[in-house]
C-alpha cells in the first residue's frame, strides 16, 4: 500500500527551506567584499616588497656628459629602381617526373658538400640533369 505524504508537512518545509535558500543569499550580498581602492597590487603584495635605495643626487651641470645636437638631416630618398623587363617570359626548367627532381636535387646535394659546383648555378645543373 502506497502511504500518504502529507501535503501540509510538504509545503512547510518547502516555505522552511526556500526562507533558509534566500537567508543566505541576503547574507552573500551582504557579506560580498568591497572593491579595493585604485591600486596595481593588492595590500599584502606591498609588504612583501623591499624598501627601494633613495636615488643618487643630481651631478652639477658642470660635471655632466655633454649631449650631443641633434644634426638636422633630411631623410634619404628611395633609389629609383629600373622598370621591369616583361618582354620574355622567366626562364623554366624542363619537365620531369618528381622522382627525377627528387635525384637531381640529391646529386646537387652531393656536388654541393663535396665542393664541386666550379661556379655552376642549380638551374644550369638542373637543366643539364634533367634533359638526361
Excluded: Y
Excluded at 551582504?30 to 585604485?38: I, T
Excluded at 658642470?62 to 628611395?78: G, I, K, L, S, Y
Excluded at 617526373?97 to 637531381?104: I, T
Amino acid at each position: 500500500m502506497a502511504e500518504r505524504v502529507n501535503s501540509g508537512a510538504l509545503s512547510s518545509s518547502r516555505s522552511a527551506f526556500a526562507a533558509i535558500i534566500a537567508s543566505l543569499c541576503a547574507t552573500a550580498v551582504v557579506a560580498a567584499p568591497q572593491p579595493q581602492p585604485s591600486s596595481d597590487r593588492p595590500p599584502h603584495a606591498a609588504a612583501r616588497r623591499a624598501p627601494r635605495a633613495p636615488a643618487p643626487p643630481k651631478r652639477p651641470p658642470e660635471q655632466r656628459a655633454p649631449q650631443p645636437q641633434p644634426a638636422e638631416t633630411p631623410p634619404a630618398t628611395p633609389q629609383e629602381l629600373p622598370p621591369l623587363d616583361t618582354s620574355t617570359p622567366p626562364p623554366s626548367l624542363p619537365r620531369a617526373s618528381r622522382e627525377r627532381m627528387r635525384q637531381c636535387a640529391t646529386q646537387w646535394m652531393k656536388i654541393r658538400q663535396e665542393g664541386r659546383t666550379a661556379g655552376t648555378s642549380w638551374r644550369d645543373f638542373a637543366t643539364r640533369c634533367l634533359t638526361r
